[in-house]
């Protein structure tokens, strides 16, 4: 995760890529990654990790304006 972290900043940097709104866009995708893992490899109860999914498909909904926003 810190690699891939240190070289969207360095490519941002370098001005190859926009890190920050690809981070901005994209960063619910890690609540859903680690509440992916934690339910196929059941390291953690299971309700709580559905409920981490469900965050993080929210957020992401909200973040690519599937559903509606506050602001």
């Known amino acids: 995760m810190l690699l891939a972290v240190g070289s ?4 941002d ?5 926009d890190f920050g709104q690809i981070f901005g ?3 619910p995708l890690i609540l859903i990654l680690i509440a ?6 059941r ?3 299971v309700i709580g990790s559905l409920i981490v999914l469900g965050v993080g498909l929210v957020f992401q ?3 690519l304006e599937l ?3 506050n602001t």
């Open 8 to 11: 969207g900043l360095l490519l």
């Open 25 to 27: 866009t994209w960063w």
């Open 13 to 17: 940097r370098a001005e190859i890529i």
């Open 61 to 63: 909904a909200i973040t």
């Open 43 to 45: 390291s953690a109860p």
């Open 36 to 41: 992916g893992n934690k339910l196929v490899t």
């Open 67 to 69: 559903l509606p926003s």
